[in-house]
């Protein structure tokens, strides 16, 4: 089980933010961020804990191992007003987290 | 440019079925495992199904186990989700996804496919 906080967090443009992904046992760095917008297909960010897809600007990065993550956004953006899931891939089922909505 | 196009969305009764489609382009679809994702509405992602590249593998979510099927044809580049016994909290919008990493994680996603059993 993934558990992510906080739910909801609200933010001006140009601040920071560090969102927590909490995994109930070992994932080692397994472990995944998506962004997701209203209306819009999920976009891989981080793989890896920490290795970040392609095109993803650096503002955004990601750390951990065993069981606490976190993504780390800076200078946000008005696009970046989504929900940010984790997901892990060392046990079956893959399972998410259940997402924490960032409003800019 | 790698693309996913689904198909087959529909409203269906409570115990009819459905088959979803998704049309791969712009990368060698017979390489990758493939996944269909859902998100109900209100709620977060929830993984479905994979099949490997080879069709060897295929696991489901135990919430439809036994009453869907994903399937692939590489020939057309496409994976099928064949959905019987529907039920109420399969509404969802259903996404098929690459998998990259050991299948463990999706790169590339489709626009999604409104599945709504009412």
């Known amino acids: 089980v993934l558990t992510q906080s906080p739910d909801t967090l609200s933010l001006s443009p140009g601040e920071s933010v560090t969102l927590s992904c909490r995994a109930s046992?070992?994932?080692?760095?397994?472990l995944a961020w998506y962004q997701h917008k209203p209306g819009q297909r999920p976009r891989l960010l981080v793989s890896e804990s920490t290795k970040r897809a392609s095109g993803v600007p650096a503002r955004f990065s990601g750390r951990g191992s065993g069981t606490d993550f976190t993504l780390a956004i800076s200078g946000l953006q008005p696009e970046d007003s989504a929900v940010y899931y984790c997901?892990?891939?060392?046990?079956?089922?893959?399972?998410f987290g259940g997402g924490t909505k960032v409003e800019i | 440019q790698e693309q996913l196009v689904e198909s087959g969305g529909a409203v269906v009764q409570p115990g009819g079925s459905l088959r979803l489609s998704c049309v791969a382009s712009g990368f060698s679809f017979a390489s990758h495992g493939m996944h269909w994702v859902r998100q109900a509405p209100g709620k977060g992602l929830e993984w479905v199904a994979l099949i490997s590249y080879d069709v060897v593998t295929t696991l489901y979510a135990d919430a439809v186990r036994g009453r869907f099927t994903i399937s692939r044809d590489n020939s057309r580049s496409t994976v099928h989700l064949q959905m019987n016994n529907l039920r109420l909290d399969d509404t969802a919008v259903y996404y098929c996804a690459r998998g990259i990493t050991g299948y463990g994680y999706f790169d590339l996603w489709g626009q999604g496919a409104q599945v709504t059993v009412s």
């Open positions: 997901q892990q891939r060392s046990n079956w089922p893959l399972t």
């Open positions: 046992r070992d994932v080692s760095i397994m």
